[in-house]
């Protein structure tokens, strides 16, 4: 009888455990997938940062650390060598320049916030005023007061955020240098590791592929990084000239402004812009500084040479992807996602235009296919 | 040799090692002790089971493979099937056409039993070029002798096959 189902009792009870124990697992996993994912989340919090930042100074250094290991030094001692004489270069300029004073320029700075923004929105009322003499049908938006608001709620974050953010910038100060040594030490291997996972048939693409395309991200992230550097110290000379307070914390903002392309300029100049407006008025002190800003450090500096020696044309983003990922990164991250989205997209159309050309003309099979599919 | 002498006379350690393997290839013969670690750290081991394609004819190349152990079967694709031209053996080496340029394959190549093959590939090569000049120079002037070595041999072999064509057709034209 029991063969005629062509099973055992015996076998049907296994089946029936195996299918039970199946479907109880299956609903386990899937009720704890969630768990799951909220615990990788929160062990990997704090990480994303500190990863991409010693991933950026590892891609700054290799080029010193790559120098002294072609002179047979041990690639270890190599890159604490790095590590001595960055640090003693940036002591050095320390004790030559003498320290920006930066928590003084900070504590006026929380001082005179309140003062600037009440100042930008009134001149801003007044042009609405204008506009509204002219144009009647719009209506009285309110602005002023809507700006205020939001304006204050602002600084009220980054007085709060302050205290939190000193304490991760110390475990920043710990742990960027120690992953930046293990990068700079193991990338090469760890990479070789990786790419020779890939099955037989594909390997020499995929390392050809790989090497592409860290080139051109090594150069990349080299040429931003220090164009960003450039401008921020062309900005801060030119603003020294002038009486304008905050020099040093404006060229910073300018300069990391300047990894974000097209929006990025106008963002990083209207702080400069406003504190000169509110405290030197609207004289030739004013020009002089819209003129550093836009003539010298974007125009001749940035446009006509920098971009040509650093950026190559490949990479460019089109204005519609530069704010998408703006707005995306924004979402993610906050202001800091803002700055490494566009950089972010970035690397990810190197990548695609890289396998794309390697598609193109490494194809095995465009022997035998005409460009339109049509069979040779 | 007998398993139970070779059992006593065991290979050393050294003899084992991937840089061993690579001073013992013709082209590296004449490579000291660094550059063959320098060589054994730019190379890639890939294993392959039998019957396993390693590129075939018109795939566009980045390097060239050294046969470690097993056995590479070298091919070309006509009209009349598979048109067999050599088998090649631990030690051997070949698609070294695709190191400096990426050119296409002129054959395919196919794994006849399970085979480790060494890989030396262009990306590599330049990088070693870059980083140590003066090793990556001595390597690719061994690889540069046996390309010149079998080069000589076929434009001989090309002189040889000339004569013989030219009798050929004077013994045809006098009949």
Redesign the interface.
């Known amino acids: 009888m029991s063969n005629q189902g062509g099973m055992s009792r015996a076998q049907v009870a296994v089946l029936y455990l195996v299918l039970t124990s199946a479907i109880a697992s299956g609903i386990a996993i899937y009720s704890s997938a969630s768990t799951v994912t909220v615990l990788l989340k929160t062990a990997t919090a704090g990480l994303f940062l500190p990863i991409l930042l010693s991933l950026i100074v590892s891609f700054l250094l290799d080029p010193a650390v ?1 120098f002294l ?2 002179k047979k030094i041990n690639r270890s001692l190599g890159i604490f060598i790095v590590y001595f004489l960055l640090s003693a270069f940036i002591g050095l300029l320390m004790l030559i320049i003498g320290p920006p004073n930066w928590e003084g320029m900070i504590l006026a700075l929380k001082a005179d916030f309140p003062r600037y923004t009440i100042q930008a929105i009134e001149y801003l009322s007044s042009w609405l005023a204008v506009v509204q003499q002219q144009f009647p049908f719009i209506k009285d938006y309110n602005i002023a007061e809507n700006l205020r608001t939001t304006s204050q709620s602002f600084f009220g974050s980054v007085l709060k955020e302050t205290p939190r953010s000193a304490i991760r910038f110390g475990s920043l100060l710990l742990l960027v240098p120690l992953f930046t040594f293990f990068f700079l030490r193991d990338s090469r291997r760890i990479m ?1 590791s990786l790419i ?1 996972l890939t099955p ?2 594909y ?3 995929v ?2 592929i ?3 395309v860290s080139l051109q991200l090594a150069h990349f992230i080299r040429g931003r990084i220090l164009e960003a550097l450039i401008i921020g110290i062309v900005i801060w000379m030119g603003l020294s000239m002038t009486d304008i307070h905050y020099a040093p914390i404006l060229a910073v903002i300018a300069g990391a402004s300047n990894l974000v392309p097209y929006i990025g300029p106008i963002i990083g100049m209207l702080p400069g812009l406003i504190i000169a407006l509110v405290d030197l008025g609207m004289g030739g002190q004013f020009w002089w500084i819209l003129c550093v800003y836009l003539l010298i450090a974007q125009i001749i500096v940035d446009n006509f040479i920098l971009i040509p020696i650093l950026i190559s044309k490949a990479s460019n983003l089109h204005p519609l992807w530069v704010i998408l990922a703006i707005v995306m990164g924004g979402k993610l991250y906050g202001v800091l996602g803002m700055i490494i989205g566009v950089p972010i997209v970035s690397i990810i159309n190197i990548t695609i235009i890289e396998i794309r050309q390697y598609r193109r ?2 194809n ?1 099979y465009n ?1 035998y296919f005409s460009s339109r599919g049509k069979m040779l | 040799m007998n398993p139970f002498w070779h059992n006593i006379f065991r290979i050393s350690r050294e003899e084992l090692t991937l840089a061993y393997f690579l001073g013992t290839l013709p082209a590296f013969k004449n490579l000291d002790k660094g550059e063959l670690a320098l060589l054994e750290n730019i190379v890639h081991v890939r294993n392959y089971l039998a019957d396993e394609m390693v590129f075939s004819e018109g795939d566009i190349g980045s390097g060239m493979y050294a046969i470690r152990s097993g056995q590479v079967q070298i091919y070309n694709l006509d009209e009349q099937g598979e048109n067999e031209q050599v088998v090649l053996k631990t030690g051997d080496f070949f698609g070294e056409v695709a190191l400096t340029a990426s050119r296409p394959r002129c054959a395919s190549a196919r794994t006849t039993e399970p085979t480790v093959l060494v890989g030396l590939f262009r990306s590599d090569m330049l990088e070693a070029v870059r980083r140590h000049p003066v090793p990556a120079a001595k390597i690719l002037v061994g690889l540069n002798r046996v390309i010149s070595d079998r080069l000589l041999q076929c434009s001989i072999q090309l002189q040889q096959l000339k004569k013989q064509l030219a009798i050929d057709q004077e013994q045809t034209a006098n009949e």
Request: aromatic content about 16%; hydrophobic content about 25%; glycine content about 0%.
């Open positions: 790559q290991d072609s070789r020779s037989n048939r390997f020499e693409m390392l050809d790989y090497a592409h003309t490494f095995p022997r």
